[in-house]
Structures are given as structure tokens and as C-alpha cells.
């Protein structure tokens, strides 16, 4: 069964307020989100939420209004735990807000070069930003989202006012929670990525697209303010993402090669497939001044990226490698040993919402047996197939489709 994924686009940033209304957009109940946290502060937050136009569009602006606090509380992290462990919450909302809180400490205990434990919250110890975290991790729960996946990071630009005084955007809690993060300065000289949207979005979700995604719901959650010439809302897409074993997505890396050899060529795709390259291969191709020479490709899953490319720029002559996002709709895959009159062979099967599609004698298993019983390669594999079709008919498996 497919679940429920949540894409948060962020061309104009993130707070915890944005967060919220984008929610609310998308469907979760104002008074189950008020619920929630009463239980966190009772009597002590109040929520309000009204539409409202940024650039044309129109969003769900949220206002988080609590008890008078005299002074801007500098609540540590052992404070906010007892409050948030203590309340009746649901325990995973709980340890996803816990988990929210405990990074952002440990940004801030970074930057003032000072243990986690002695780390005390300014701005984001009040109820307020406290009610946006808790607020968020609740209403993704509400809505029954399993994975969260969000865009390029808008950061704004200009300054923003603090405990501290003036601060350059990033704040730097911001700059060290998105460390590693694609970002993009600007489009407006002013902060648009919060600490607390910084902080919710990364603890919570990854950034990239969620692959093959059927969008059922689209809410917009609107900022304070609305910029001139660009909307001031973070948009949010909720759906269903394929099954794992019939989607993902991945990179794909190309560079082109007109002073490489053949052998060059041939060793940077062992190379390549070595470091964990799903697929590599060469094009030729005719580039600039009628040169002949080869496209070297691969096709890469997150984890493997950085050795990818590493090995371009090590095993080639090249100085810049093209990547690109690809989305893939795969066959679930299956290996099964069957016994044919040479010996035991595996048969790779592809299946597709549960029904068999394809098959396919594994390669190596035919070509080692070939070689040990000198006979020809085709021979070990037909006869991996008629065993293959005779267990498949035995126990009523449906025939496929395609070969």
C-alpha cells in the first residue's frame, strides 16, 4: 500500500506559521490542531487562521496567540522536554518534536561554542514558536504523512533583528541547520527561512523530489508579510507516492570526452559501477570542430553521488560533469533458483502490482555453468527457462507477458 507523502515547495521560504497554515490548506482540522495543543499549554495558546491573498494567491495565514509573558523566556532544552514529555500528546508526536528541539539545540550549542545542556532558546523558547513546532509534527501526523520531502531552501537576504541585535540572513541557526542543504540567496532582501521552519523541515523531512508522486491536495500556508513582485506562501503537496519496489528516482551524470581513449573510457565505467552506479555506459557523439568522441553516463541513487562524480573527474579528462533528477517506474524484482538438467541457475522476476510480468536467467549463473559443461551459453539458458515456466504452470503462477 502506497503512503501518504508530503512535498513542501519552498520558493519563498519557511516558518513555523507557514508550516501551519499550509496544513490547515490542505485539509487538517483547526479545532484538531487546537486540540493538540491544549494539551501541550492548556489555556495558554490560542490559534487563529483566516484566508489571505500573497501575490495573487490565495493561503491560510495562521496567528499563534498566547498568555502574556512578561519577558522573552530563555527556556533550555531540558525545559522545553519537561513541557512537551509531560503533556497527553500521542508519544511519536512526542519524539519527532523532542527530535525537532534536540537539533536545533545542537545548532545553537555550535555557534556559542557551549555544551547543549547550557543552551537557553530566545526567540524559539516563547509559546509561539513552541506551539509551531509542536503544531507541525502533529498535523503531519493528523494527516497520516509518512515521508516529507521539501525543495531548494530560499533563504531571503538583507539582515534580521535578534536577542543579539542586527544578524546577516541566514540567521546563523539557520545557516548551520541548512549546512549541506541546495540553498539559493534572495529573491527579497529579507528573511524568508526561519530557524523554526529550518528546523521542522530538516529534522523531519529530506530534500529532494518524493519520485513518482499522485497528487491529491495542495494547500499554500502565507507568510506576515507580502512582498512586492514575489508571493510571500510555501506551497505544499500532499498525495501518494508509488510503491518502493515500483518507483524511485535518482541522478543521472554526463560528460562528454573528445581527448579520452577506449581504455580510459572502458575502466572509468568499471569504475563507476564499482562505486555503487546503478547502470554506466558510453555514447559516441560528434562534438565542436567535427571531433568524434564519447558521452560518458551513469545512472546513480543518492548515497552514491559524490563517489560518482569523484571518479569523472579522476578516471577522465573532464572539467564538469551535467546532472540531472530522474524519475524511474521499476518491475519489483525477485531472484528464485531453479534446477535445470546442467544445474542450479537463478532467474530474476519482474513483477508489477503483484502479477508477474518478466523473467530472466541471471547471466552469470548461465555463462559459469557454459563454461564448466563446455556447451553453448543459449543451451543453460533455455533450460533455465522451460524450468522456470514448468514451476511457474506447477503452481499456477500467471504467465508473462513479455520476455
Not at 541548512?178 to 529579507?190: K, S
Not at 518478466?358 to 563446455?374: M, V
Request: charge should be neutral; hydrophobic fraction near 45%; glycine fraction near 8%.
Amino acid at each position: 500500500m502506497s503512503e501518504t507523502v508530503a512535498y513542501f515547495d519552498c520558493f519563498s521560504g519557511a516558518s513555523g506559521d507557514m508550516i501551519l497554515g499550509a496544513l490547515l490548506d490542505c485539509g487538517l482540522p483547526l479545532e484538531a490542531l487546537v486540540a493538540d495543543l491544549a494539551l501541550l499549554a492548556p489555556g495558554l495558546i490560542r490559534l487563529r487562521a483566516e484566508k489571505a491573498l500573497r501575490g495573487g494567491i490565495r493561503a491560510v495565514q495562521v496567528t499563534v496567540e498566547t498568555a502574556d509573558e512578561p519577558n522573552l523566556p530563555n527556556r533550555s532544552l531540558e525545559t522545553i522536554r519537561a513541557m512537551i514529555l509531560g503533556s497527553q500528546l500521542p508519544e511519536r508526536v512526542k519524539e519527532r518534536a523532542m527530535a525537532v528541539f534536540t537539533r536545533l539545540s545542537e545548532a545553537e550549542a555550535a555557534i556559542h561554542d557551549v555544551p547543549v545542556e547550557k543552551i537557553h532558546f530566545h526567540e524559539v523558547g516563547a509559546l509561539d514558536a513552541i506551539a509551531d513546532i509542536v503544531g507541525a509534527v502533529a498535523g503531519l501526523e493528523r494527516l497520516g504523512v509518512g515521508a516529507v520531502f521539501f525543495s531548494t531552501l530560499h533563504l531571503g537576504g538583507g539582515t534580521v533583528k535578534s536577542q543579539h541585535g542586527m544578524l546577516p540572513v541566514p540567521a546563523p541557526a539557520t545557516a548551520r541547520l541548512v549546512a549541506g542543504l541546495q540553498c539559493e540567496l534572495g529573491p527579497v532582501p529579507r528573511e524568508l527561512l526561519t530557524p523554526t521552519g529550518a528546523a521542522i523541515l530538516t529534522t523531519l523531512g529530506r530534500q529532494r523530489p518524493p519520485g513518482l508522486l499522485r497528487v491529491e491536495r495542495i494547500g499554500y500556508g502565507a507568510g506576515a508579510r507580502d512582498n512586492a513582485g514575489h508571493p510571500n506562501v510555501l506551497r505544499l503537496m500532499l498525495g501518494q507516492a508509488a510503491p518502493a519496489a515500483e518507483a524511485d528516482a535518482a541522478w543521472v551524470l554526463e560528460a562528454n570526452l573528445d581527448d579520452t581513449t577506449a581504455e580510459v573510457i572502458g575502466h572509468a565505467i568499471e569504475q563507476l559501477l564499482a562505486a555503487g552506479a546503478l547502470d554506466a555506459w558510453a555514447i559516441p557523439i560528434q562534438m565542436k570542430k567535427s571531433r568524434p568522441a564519447w558521452m560518458l553516463c551513469a545512472i546513480v541513487a543518492d548515497e552514491a553521488l559524490g563517489r560518482a562524480e569523484e571518479i569523472f573527474f579522476r578516471e577522465t579528462t573532464t572539467f564538469g560533469v551535467r546532472r540531472h533528477r530522474v524519475e524511474r517506474a521499476k518491475l519489483g524484482r525477485e531472484l528464485r533458483a531453479v534446477e535445470t538438467p546442467f544445474g542450479a541457475v537463478r532467474v530474476k522476476v519482474g513483477t508489477r502490482e503483484g502479477k508477474l510480468v518478466t523473467a530472466s536467467p541471471e547471466y552469470e549463473d548461465c555463462r559459469r555453468i557454459a563454461l564448466e559443461k563446455n556447451i553453448p551459453l543459449r543451451e543453460v539458458m533455455d533450460a533455465a527457462r522451460r524450468s522456470f515456466d514448468g514451476e511457474r504452470r506447477a503452481s499456477n503462477v500467471e504467465r508473462p507477458t513479455s520476455k
